[in-house]
């Protein structure tokens, strides 16, 4: 059974920075598109950042130069560093996970089968 538990989310100020962590079990990890993505009050749900298979990345255009996601494979941990944060940064962010997505398709941000309870973060000005 995949499980992802998030992590790391908070209130901080604007310019402030946030380490998401998202820890995974029940698969493969190396083997896995990730992502985080997320969904502020009143909006639908946007891709963020997403890793894929082969190490590739994808940002969203508003969170690019000031985001950066990673991942260590040994500890099946999937990181989003949030840097510069914006009060429209404000939302839950969520992990997901899936593992038929090849890169092509990981790097369109579409999702996954599999997803974490999210974790809030807020940014006030």
């Known amino acids: 059974q995949v499980q992802l538990v998030e992590s790391g989310g908070g209130s901080v100020q604007a310019g402030g920075s946030l380490r998401l962590s998202c820890v995974a079990s029940?698969?493969?990890?190396?083997?896995?598109?990730m992502g985080w993505f997320r969904q502020a009050p009143g909006k639908e749900r946007e891709g963020v950042a997403v890793?894929?298979?082969?190490?590739?990345?994808n940002y969203a255009d508003s969170v690019k130069g000031r985001f950066t996601i990673s991942k260590d494979n040994a500890a099946n941990t999937l990181y989003l560093q949030m840097n510069s944060l914006k009060p429209e940064d404000t939302a839950i962010y969520y992990c997901?996970?899936?593992?038929?997505?090849?890169?092509?398709?990981?790097?369109?941000?579409?999702?996954?089968?599999?997803w974490g309870q999210g974790t809030q973060v807020t940014v006030s000005s």
């Open positions: 029940g698969y493969t990890y190396s083997r896995y598109c």
């Open positions: 890793i894929a298979t082969d190490g590739s990345t």
């Open positions: 997901a996970a899936d593992s038929l997505y090849r890169p092509s398709r990981c790097l369109r941000m579409e999702g996954g089968r599999f």
